[in-house]
């Protein structure tokens, strides 16, 4: 019964290098978010995906990263030209399919556990 | 306005104490739920526990208890006989019911750094 699984737990890259995260969501999970979390911070909320939907990436920065959830195969998140900046960890959350859209989703997010991304 | 507020950056507690670590939250939706994960020092995020607006009881599990007051917008979480893996950040986390259709999203407060101490 494995969690969430992401890949690579550490990567770095050099600026204006790309780098690709990989998140696989528990089994049954159809719902996948990702998370970045800068140093000596919480978590903030970057990308909602469902299986071949971008469901709310209003926590993405406009320009270099994009994110994906094809029907077959992990969450890819990518982030083109890397900066500084971008060092940070980043989490993947999963969770199965949600219930009636007013009523608050109970299912809990269950977290990865985070690749942290370092660039030079 | 802070959507989370976790006010203690960091806290002591004897090993085998009580210890609460706060939360006060912002939301004008009569509907939301809130949660706290624990993060130790290896980084991963791992759930502990949850309450929904409108449950009429606190939520427990195991030594975790959320101290739920509705009234006063806190959801302190409470945890009982400390052990040293204790020793980790602990994030409050909520989630709002949002728009209809929309994303419920979650937002994370800064976190509490808690040490146990032998």
């Known amino acids: 019964n494995a969690g969430v699984m992401q890949n690579p737990r550490h990567l770095v890259r050099r600026r204006g290098q790309e780098a690709r995260l990989r998140c696989s969501p528990m089994?049954?999970?159809?719902?996948v978010y990702w998370y970045r979390q800068l140093p000596e911070e919480g978590l903030k909320f970057m990308v909602y995906?469902?299986?071949?939907?971008?469901?709310?990436e209003s926590g993405m920065p406009k320009e270099r990263f994009s994110a994906e959830f094809p029907k077959e195969g992990p969450s890819i998140l990518r982030i083109q030209q890397v900066v500084r900046g971008d060092s940070a960890a980043y989490f993947c959350?999963?969770?199965?399919?949600?219930?009636?859209?007013?009523?608050?989703?109970?299912?809990?997010?269950?977290f990865g556990p985070g690749t942290r991304l370092t660039v030079l | 306005a802070q959507k989370i507020t976790q006010t203690q950056p960091g806290m002591f507690v004897q090993e085998k104490e009580a210890v609460t670590l706060d939360c006060t939250y912002d939301?004008?939706?009569?509907?939301?739920?809130l949660f706290w994960y624990k993060q130790p020092s290896s980084g991963e995020m791992i759930f502990l526990i949850y309450?929904?607006?409108?449950?009429?009881q606190n939520a427990t599990e195991g030594r975790y208890s959320l101290n739920f007051q509705k009234a006063r917008k806190s959801a302190n979480l409470v945890i009982s006989a400390s052990q040293l893996g204790d020793s980790a950040m602990y994030f409050c986390?909520?989630?709002?019911?949002?728009?209809?259709?929309?994303?419920?999203?979650?937002?994370f407060g800064i976190g509490t750094k808690l040490q146990v101490i032998p």
């Open positions: 959350a999963s969770s199965p399919p949600g219930g009636h859209p007013w009523a608050v989703n109970t299912d809990t997010q269950y």
């Open positions: 089994k049954g999970h159809s719902h």
């Open positions: 995906l469902q299986k071949e939907n971008i469901i709310d």
């Open positions: 939301t004008s939706d009569p509907s939301y739920g």
């Open positions: 309450q929904g607006s409108y449950d009429q």
């Open positions: 986390a909520m989630r709002e019911r949002g728009r209809p259709g929309g994303y419920q999203k979650v937002t």
